[in-house]
């Protein structure tokens, strides 16, 4: 594997103190034993949970390369081990992720938003391959330190490189950009999530917002024309300096516009104007809310440089996540079920999309449309009423059965008609075994909530009790 960092050059960037018999390189950077790789380097970061000082000697059990440690923790480890020294591990991380940005050439393009922004961060991952070697971050890795770990991990030879910003307080995208310095920042949708934190839309696009301030001289803002904020969100790239504004959407006016689509059960065909060259292309996943997340994505390739016709030929290959989307068939006593995968998270923009796919997933000739619903947390006073909400969206998709958890979810389950209501719990553990038992060949079930509600482990269950027939599938695109 070739080297991502010569261990001289981390050594400056980070101002570390080198202890013990060295490697000459690494080939990567963990923070994780479970999953890290012989020769890469350990960040021991002090998480909310547990300290990576804990991990150090596991590590380097584990064929890590070099451990880098905080300096007032020496005494814990020999005086032979390979240790890089710094005051501060996290501060160490963002010292180099700093120093990856200096040395790049690559172009950079950063995603934000309420929803979309892993989906969207994959598809441009997917759409730029075929032009030259492209680096994104794995999984969610959006935050304090997702954000300069991914950017660590870049290696000096990438082309082109992609970056989710997250947040859910106000000020925490603008230390994020500054580090990725991006060409070409999006802006995926402005929606109610976080409202506990902030109160208003408003608050939640200025927030995001931020990205602008860290875009590179003569970069690009690509925002959603369709979304209420628009006006708000362009107002805020003109004041931070932003020159080029492309806009995506419907809307007759977007700069990258569907000019029509057709929603399949498994995947969309799209028509598209992006910056005034038509596009026909074809989604390998489902969703309205993915043909319009994949004209900024198309947007952002040709701002990018890249070969947009390349480019849109590459997303028939685009294929949900395991927790987004992710589509699995099971096997059942006279016939299988289709199960859909939403349980990552949920907010209420997330779940009527999800919802909305339910209603386009084929079912068999006796089969049901079967939602299976946790609470959205993080919505603060209007959860009860943005909850109940989701009866409309229910009944337009046309979901033949409702099975409800949690407190919040309590007002959807009151709003529904007896004959769409399939059980309630106050818990998934508890709504679980219902579910399981309801479940019919022919039936397509959508599982989905916010992650403190626990929507994943409905999912092993159904897959436990009707193992799925690998034979239908096809892998999500991995990082």
Known sequence: MSALWTVEAMAAAMRAQQQGALPADISGISIDTRTI??????????????????????????????????????????SDAPLLLVPDVLEALRDLARAARARSNAKIIAVTGSVGKTGTKEALRLALLREGETHASAASYNNHWGVPLSLARCPQSAK??????????????????KLVRPHVAIVTSIEPVHLEYFGTLEKIADAKAEIFSGLEPDGAAVLNRDNAQYARLAQAAKDAGVKSIVSFGEHAQADARAVKFSLQPDCSTVDARILGTPVTYKLGAPG???????????????????????????????????????????????????????????????????????GQAAIGARGRRIAVLGDMLELGPQGAALHRDLA??????????????????????????????????ETAAALEP???????????????GSLGSKMGPIVKALERQFPRDAALEEAPVQS
């Not at 992710?326 to 997330?350: F, K, V």
Request: hydrophobic share 55%.
């Open 160 to 177: 082109f490189a992609v970056f989710e910003i997250g947040m859910n307080h106000a000020g925490e995208i603008t230390p994020l950009v």
């Open 392 to 425: 409309g969206p229910v009944e337009s998709a046309g979901v033949d059965l409702v099975f409800c958890c949690g407190p919040l979810m309590r007002s959807l389950w009151e709003a529904l008609p007896s004959a769409r209501r399939g059980g309630y719990a």
């Open 288 to 358: 309205r809310h993915l043909v319009l997340n994949s004209l900024a994505v198309l947007a952002a390739v040709a701002l990018a440089g890249a070969d947009l016709a390349l480019a849109a030929v590459a997303l028939v290959r685009l294929k949900p996540a395991t927790g987004r989307g992710a589509r699995m068939r099971l096997d059942l006593p006279g016939g299988t079920a289709l199960l859909i995968d939403e349980s990552y998270n949920a907010n209420p923009a997330s779940m009527r999309a999800a919802i909305a796919l339910l």
């Open 434 to 448: 219902g579910v399981v038992a309801a479940i019919g060949a022919g039936d397509a079930v959508m599982v989905k």
């Open 37 to 78: 790789q012989k020769g890469e380097a350990f960040f021991a970061i002090a998480g909310e949970n547990r300290d990576g000082h804990e991990f150090v000697a596991a590590a380097l059990q584990a064929g890590a390369g070099l451990a880098v440690v905080a300096l007032d923790r020496r005494g814990k480890f020999p």
